[in-house]
T-cell receptor, first 113, second 113 residues
Framework: ETGVTQSPTHLIKTRGQQVTLRCSSQ?????VSWYQQALGQGPQFIFQ???????GRGNFPPRFSGLQFPNYSSELNVNALELDDSALYLC????????????FGSGTRLTVV | GENVEQHPSTLSVQEGDSAVIKCTYS??????FPWYKQELGKRPQLIID?????GEKKDQRIAVTLNKTAKHFSLHITETQPEDSAVYFC????????????FGPGTRLSVLP
């Protein structure tokens, strides 16, 4: 059984640029959720994808968007980067209906300068 | 929406002592409460969870209690060890399927040798 993998592990971008983060879900998991974790804070829910459709969204602006592919992997896209977007972005996969908590990936550390 | 508070924000205990972290939630529809441990630079790891139809759950040195009426739940760690030092996050979800967690702000636990 493979775990959740995220790429890249670290990224530095300039304000105004766009970024794409990637996540491969754990084997057998069909639901992917994305979280933003600012330094010293708990993870904040961005959105969730299930069967290639957005299945819930947190309080994030439309410049945060995502995709889920038929193999259940997912992308998080952020346009017009702002300094406050600097954070650890965590992907979590789950099997809808399993009743168990998420399996988190190791995250992508995004720094916006 | 759901709001999760967590106390204390920092906690120092002597090795071998017990540690207790408390969380409160606001949404009475929440029915699943996981706890995550996050070591520096690493992903959050699920350590224990509890569902709303259970008042207490124990796993070796870790236990969680839930009071649905008061809308609070607590993590208890007994016989603490230096490797228990980490940031602990509680979370609440209104779904059984690991969706859309609202996390508390975290507690930094330091176990002093």
């Amino acid at each position: 059984e493979t775990g959740v993998t995220q790429s890249p592990t670290h990224l530095i971008k300039t304000r105004g640029q766009q970024v794409t983060l990637r996540c491969s879900s754990q084997s057998g998991h069909n639901t992917v959720s994305w979280y933003q974790q600012a330094l010293g804070q708990g993870p904040q829910f961005i959105f969730q994808y299930y069967r290639e459709e957005e299945n819930g969204r947190g309080n994030f602006p439309p410049r945060f968007s995502g995709l889920q592919f038929p193999n259940y992997s997912s992308e998080l896209n952020v346009n017009a980067l702002e300094l406050d977007d600097s954070a650890l972005y965590l992907c979590a996969s789950s099997s809808k209906g399993s009743g168990y908590g998420y399996t988190f990936g190791s995250g992508t550390r995004l720094t916006v300068v | 929406g759901e709001n999760v508070e967590q106390h204390p924000s920092t906690l120092s205990v002597q090795e071998g002592d017990s540690a207790v972290i408390k969380c409160t939630y606001s949404d009475s529809a929440s029915n699943y409460f996981p706890w995550y441990k996050q070591e520096l630079g690493k992903r959050p790891q699920l350590i224990i969870d509890i569902r709303s139809n259970v008042g207490e759950k124990k796993d070796q040195r870790i236990a969680v209690t839930l009071n649905k009426t008061a809308k609070h739940f607590s993590l208890h760690i007994t016989e603490t060890q230096p490797e228990d030092s980490a940031v602990y996050f509680c979370a609440a979800s209104a779904h059984n399927y690991g969706q859309n967690f609202v996390f508390g702000p975290g507690t930094r636990l330091s176990v002093l040798p």
